[in-house]
């Protein structure tokens, strides 16, 4: 069983009732709760590894509880799930900071490839294509996520040696698939400095065995 905490957010008091005996399967701690300000107060309260969504609450819509969550908690993950997929919604939630966004009724095979993907548990220094500094984090099977001083634009093929100890590196290569200010980054990493103004998401080409072998072995 994963240590990590759950919350689910939804007024489907049945949904809330599936959700919650799902998750509790896999993660140690899990919450359901049905209005954005219930939400809020389990954020003010404790500490969330996952937060799954959803953007029609009775009370406060879904994207404001969202950009609370972000304020409040930096690293937790959120997944947005809606009934009324609207591409402008979906756009404004991921430039937000939602990992992820879901339609109902949502494949949940498909959700839980997602939360297999939000396994982070440290910050790891890297140096970018020979001559940027970097810090990567949100580490996944298949894409990270790196906050650097340089720009890099979606398309840009970028090569990293990640450093993950004094006598360990793992050379990476992937292509770059967002890119946003790390202030509004969904996931600015603790360790980064004033001199790291720039994030972005990089899709990996190929990740080397070493590189899976060293996802598989975090834990949060």
């Known amino acids: 069983m994963r240590p990590e905490s759950v919350l689910f957010v939804d007024d489907n008091e049945l949904l809330r009732s599936v959700m919650r005996r799902f998750f509790a399967k896999e993660f140690e701690h899990v919450v359901a709760v049905g209005t954005g300000s219930e939400a809020m107060k389990q954020i003010r309260e404790k500490f969330y590894h996952i937060v799954i969504l ?28 809606t009934s009324n997929v609207d591409e402008n919604v979906r756009q404004e939630a991921l430039e937000k900071g939602a990992f992820e966004f879901f339609e109902k009724p949502f494949d949940i095979d498909k959700l839980k490839t997602a939360l297999r ?6 910050s790891l220094q890297a140096r970018i294509d020979e001559k940027h500094e970097g810090i990567i984090s949100n580490f996944s099977d298949s894409g990270v996520l790196v906050t650097t001083d340089a720009v890099f634009e979606c ?26 200010d790390s202030s509004c980054s969904p996931s600015k990493s603790p360790l980064s400095d004033d001199d790291m103004k ?4 990089m899709q990996l080409v ?11 072995s975090l834990m949060f």
Do not use: C
């Open 206 to 216: 190929d990740p080397p065995s070493d590189y899976l072998s060293f996802v598989d």
């Open 155 to 180: 398309g840009s093929t970028v090569d990293i040696l990640l450093h993950i100890s004094d006598n360990k590196n793992i050379s990476l290569k992937g292509r770059v698939v967002r890119t946003a």
């Open 54 to 81: 959803d953007k029609k609450l009775p009370d406060i819509d879904g994207l404001d509880v969202l950009e609370y969550i972000r304020g409040k908690s930096p690293h937790s993950r959120v997944v947005m799930i």
């Open 198 to 201: 720039y994030a972005f998401g």
């Open 117 to 122: 993907g939000m396994r982070v548990f440290k």
